[in-house]
């Protein structure tokens, strides 16, 4: 993996001395936000966040701090060389596609590689999270709210997406695309 990272440094304009005394979750999210080549402000997250009247957090910051901080150092290296790899994955645009067509087959299959190919990584960014996430949001529907929940792409994919967990819990759950 030392070829690729040594290309997504690079490419970023940045080098290991930029790293020094970090740990490798954070290395790995740091690198991911200096190879974006798009603008966030104008990320599907804002324009959201700019439409809704009110605004509850399914996690803390400090909560999904923690998550990758608490990662074994293995899963730590794997998550920084999946960042690093994904670098000059060409498929970026694929997956951006399909994102926006709804193509949820395409989606499914990208999630199943990189990072999340790896059971420890799915479970603890993936799986525990929507777990987690579904019980917040079942206590929200319990309150008789009908919220409007907007997560990752993949957090909404397969039998454990957060839209199978609430379905089976008996919440009514609508794409909107």
Known sequence: DR??????LKAARLSESDFAGVESWAAALQLASAMRS???GNGVDRALLARADRVIGLESLSEQFALFDNLPAREQALLLADVARESGDSGQEKRVEAWLT???DLLARDAGEGLLADPGLRETLQ?????????RIAAVMESGERPFVAVGAAHMLGD???????AARGYPVRRIQ
Do not use: F, I, K, Q
């Not at 070829?3 to 997504?8: K, R, S, V």
């Not at 799986?127 to 019980?135: D, G, K, Q, S, T």
């Not at 454990?160 to 967990?165: I, Q, R, S, V, Y």
């Open 38 to 40: 798009y603008d966030s």
């Open 127 to 135: 799986l525990a999270r929507n777990r987690a996430w579904a019980e």
């Open 160 to 166: 454990e997406g957060l839209p199978a967990l609430l």
């Open 102 to 104: 709804g193509d949820l």
């Open 3 to 8: 070829p690729a990272l040594e290309a997504a």
